[in-house]
């Protein structure tokens, strides 16, 4: 399995980073915050196998991307988005794959370009606003994370990524996701966390879907529950919903396996 570092640089004049990896029936996985498209390693291979061809971007300002030098809202990173399906997978459909905030990104994309998708997988995320108390915790963050260093800012969100059993008996996994975390620049992050905060309400729209969607969650998610999920996914016409156990809010890193099977059998069906 050869994986590319493809880099586009966009009509707004920056540069995004995209892994890509395999031929066949185009996949795009758009990452959370605050991390970048390496959380997608252990989904790589399975799809690759299955078929697949996998488009990860690093949305602007993280990873390998430029960074960012001004405000931008998740609709301009769904038309990042948008542009890299016009110059890497053209016309074919593609299945879209967003986790938590790359979630948000993905029902922007949907709203904006929906046409363009064969299926939809909402993971870990959410189509609903924030309460005025997250609200202003991001806000916090975004002036931490300015004022301190990124890791200082984002240390809270640790254990509510990750499961309890993940930061107990998994310390490979917890490292590495802290390095992924650290690296997120200082500016990326307020500007990400305003971002959110401003984000559009998709909560009244879930009944106009149309493309087959599976909604997917970790069993232990603190940020985005099972119990929200069932929820809101019902309100999308004939959507699939699966809990991976042993997992919290990053399923595809702490139960690979797990989310492995429930992305391919809804992928590939
Ligand atoms: C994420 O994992 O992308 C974040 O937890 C999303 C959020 O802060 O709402």
Not at 29 to 42: E, N
Not at 94 to 99: E, P
Not at 124 to 141: E, F, H, V
Request: aromatic share 6%; charged share 25%.
């Amino acid at each position: 399995m050869s994986e590319r570092l493809v880099e586009l640089v966009l009509p707004a004049g920056h540069t995004l980073a995209v892994r890509v990896v395999g031929s066949g029936r185009p996949v795009m996985l758009v990452h959370g915050f605050p991390l970048d498209s390496g959380i997608w390693r252990k989904q790589f291979e399975p799809l690759v196998e299955r078929g697949f061809a996998v488009f990860a971007p690093d949305l602007r300002g993280f990873g390998s991307s430029s960074p960012i030098d001004r405000p931008c809202s998740l609709g301009d990173l769904a038309e990042d988005l948008f542009h890299v399906r016009n110059t890497l997978v053209e016309d074919r459909p593609m299945s879209l794959v967003g986790l938590s905030m790359g979630g948000y990104v993905a029902f922007e994309y949907w709203k904006r370009h929906g046409e363009t998708l064969e299926r939809l997988v909402l993971a870990d995320t959410k189509p609903s606003i924030d309460t005025d108390d997250a609200r202003r915790g991001r806000l916090a963050m975004a002036e931490a994370a300015l004022q301190t260093t990124t890791w200082e800012a984002v240390a809270p969100m640790l254990p509510r990524l990750l499961s309890s059993r993940t930061l107990e008996r998994d310390q490979e996994t917890t490292q590495w996701l802290k390095a992924m975390m650290s690296r997120v620049p200082a500016k990326t992050i307020a500007t990400m966390q305003q971002a959110m905060a401003q984000r559009h309400d998709f909560t009244g729209e879930l009944s106009s879907i149309r493309v087959p969607t599976l909604v997917v969650a970790g069993e232990h998610d603190a940020i985005s529950p099972p119990e929200e999920n069932r929820q809101w996914a019902a309100q999308i016409r004939g959507a699939v919903l699966e809990i991976v156990p042993d997992a919290g809010h990053l399923p595809q890193v702490e139960n690979s396996e797990g989310f492995n099977r429930a992305l391919l059998d809804f992928l590939a069906s």
